[in-house]
């Protein structure tokens, strides 16, 4: 199915693309990896499960306990891959052959 440019509500996409990059905004798994660079089910399998990352905000959706999908704050995801980015370690290995011309 193909959208065309009269099909687009635009009010509705500009309010949902500035509640998402508000710092206090709940992301989903697709927030998370498009801000990453990874898709959703990465996110939730992989990404999710790995030492550091923060602990996903899980709302009670009903009165039987079931629960929304893990959502994670900006800010958090933000300053995470910040730390992360500072924890990179450097090459190791053997330095590159230089070549003389």
Known sequence: ?????SDLNYAELARQIAAR?????LLSA????AMLGYPARYIRE???LA????????LQLDADGKRSNPR????DIEE???THRKKRP?????????TLM
């Open 1 to 5: 199915m193909t959208t065309t440019a």
């Open 21 to 25: 990059m508000s710092p206090e905004a």
């Open 30 to 33: 697709e927030d998370v990896g």
């Open 46 to 48: 992989t990404i999710a």
């Open 51 to 58: 030492p550091g990352l923060p602990i996903a905000i899980r």
């Open 72 to 75: 994670w704050r900006r800010t």
């Open 80 to 82: 995470w891959v910040t």
């Open 90 to 98: 450097t090459r190791a290995g053997r330095p590159r052959q230089q």
